[in-house]
């Protein structure tokens, strides 16, 4: 299978590479559906959102503002209608390395040693967060 685009994530000023989407819901008045000729050839991002490497068929970008999770941007099959979305539809964990890792990641790198920022995200709303190494829970007292 393609390595799979990842959503954007802003928290506290950085920029974050989702390791998955949130999702987004299949009917919402604040998302409108792209028709399939809305989508010019000379525009690469948006094409690329058609490609195998986003079988979602959206790139969308994230926002923590006030402890609230935000659609800020969807790039690809579906677009905002207006602003920033509350995402009260999120709920679970949302992980994403601490750190860019490129492109191409060595194969010495594991979840276990990567470095995750963990949002605890319920209704929209960030309840908890961590740093901590691997995908599980952090080893180390929460920075929340």
Request: glycine share 12%; charged share 20%; with cysteine.
């Amino acid at each position: 299978m393609t390595r799979q685009a990842s959503d954007k994530l802003i928290w506290e000023g950085g920029n974050y590479n989702l390791e998955k989407s949130p999702g987004l819901p299949k009917q919402h008045k604040g998302l409108v559906e792209r028709n399939s000729d809305q989508f010019p050839s000379h525009d690469y991002m948006l094409g690329f959102t058609q490609s195998t490497a986003c079988q979602r068929g959206y790139i969308a970008t994230w926002v923590v503002v006030e402890g609230k999770l935000y659609l800020k941007e969807v790039l690809g099959s579906r677009f905002l209608a207006a602003g920033p979305l509350l995402a009260d539809w999120v709920s679970g964990k949302l992980l994403a390395p601490s750190r860019p890792l490129g492109q191409h990641i060595n194969i010495r790198f594991t979840p276990d040693n990567i470095e995750y920022l963990r949002l605890i995200v319920e209704k929209g709303v960030v309840i908890d967060h961590t740093v901590g190494k691997g995908k599980g829970e952090p080893h180390h007292v929460s920075a929340g």
